[in-house]
């Protein structure tokens, strides 16, 4: 088991596939200018999936989440997928793309065993789209959708990140076009993980902002009454149900007491936190040959000094060092 000094136990488990991606956003990178990991530091695909199987077999895990930078730009991705359904106990297998790439790889990807996605999408306009991303293939990304949904990645959820200036009014819209088309839409407020290190929370949309917005045309209930435990999103049935709406407040309402989270880079360093300063290094000793014992306990190691929170509200919190791309979301 994977357990720290608060007696939270991390059963899930974000992995980073690389630090690369083929979009720009604003909240994330610069335009320019990022260095890219080396091949040699990436896990190799035989590395990524030894320490997968060691999480799930020794350690407890029993959620898996790729990620990236953009993880559909891994190759070799589908063949991995497949590698992780294999284990037992079988974990269960979800994505964090950007869309681009899914309508092509969608189905192969749920033939190999993945389970759900979750894509990003901040609009509805393919001019801000643009102007968020860097990048025109805000039609892409629908299609990615699509076949997501197709596929039967359900329940396929859409991740928004709402900036001032930008998109902030079209919650509503989003909202609507997500039950429409049978998406989950999730807003998730400007974390400080950009590259630049440009985040200033006086300057993010809030949960609060958020929900107000929506109350504007859409009649919100909590759902169901029972704890939000360790989900980061707090859901809310639109116009009774069935769907629903979620928000994660990471900033203004953070979850860290209930957090089941265990983060790999793509580089093989373990993150306890988003927004840790600090890693432990697996792939120095999976390279120098340590055993599977000897690897599950420097994770154990690593998960026992994790910090009670996020530190976001202490007045000398600095932003990590690795963007978010480096990390995995």
């Not at 979800?94 to 065993?113: F, V």
């Not at 801000?128 to 991303?133: A, G, R």
């Not at 860290?256 to 936190?273: F, H, I, S, Y």
Request: glycine fraction near 10%; include cysteine.
């Amino acid at each position: 088991m994977l357990i720290d000094t608060y007696g939270r136990t991390a059963t899930d488990l974000r992995v980073s596939l690389t630090d690369r991606c083929n979009l720009r956003c604003t909240y994330c990178m610069p335009e320019e200018g990022l260095s890219w990991l080396a091949k040699p530091d990436l896990l190799t695909d035989d590395e990524i999936l030894r320490l997968i199987r060691i999480a799930v077999t020794d350690l407890g895990v029993t959620e898996v989440r790729f990620t990236g930078g953009e993880p559909l730009l891994r190759p070799g991705l589908v063949a991995l997928v497949e590698r992780c359904a294999a284990l037992r106990p079988r974990p269960r297998m979800s994505l964090t793309t950007n869309g681009i790439g899914l309508a092509r790889t969608a189905q192969a990807l749920a033939d190999a065993g993945l389970d759900r996605v979750n894509v990003s999408l901040d609009t509805l306009r393919p001019d801000v789209f643009h102007t968020l991303t860097r990048r025109k293939r805000h039609q892409d990304v629908l299609d990615g959708l699509a076949a997501a949904r197709a596929a039967g990645l359900t329940p396929v959820k859409v991740n928004t990140v709402l900036m001032p200036g930008f998109n902030d009014d079209e919650a509503p819209d989003l909202l609507a076009w997500a039950v429409g088309n049978g998406y989950e839409l999730r807003f998730i407020e400007q974390m400080p993980l950009d590259a630049q290190h440009g985040w200033k929370r006086d300057g993010m949309i809030t949960a609060e902002d958020i929900l107000a917005s929506l109350r504007t045309r859409f009649e919100l209930t909590p759902e169901g009454g029972t704890e939000r435990g360790s989900a980061p999103a707090e859901r809310w049935r639109v116009d009774g149900g069935p769907a629903r709406v979620g928000v994660i407040a990471s900033v203004t309402r953070p979850f860290c007491a209930a957090c089941d989270r265990t983060r790999l880079t793509a580089d093989g360093q373990v993150r306890t936190c988003l927004f840790a300063r600090e890693e432990s290094d697996l792939r120095g000793a999976l390279r120098s040959g340590a055993t599977d014992e000897e690897m599950a306990a420097l994770w154990r190691r690593a998960m026992w000094g994790k910090k009670a929170g996020s530190g976001l509200d202490d007045p000398e919190f600095l932003q990590p060092q690795r963007p978010m791309s480096a990390i995995g979301g």
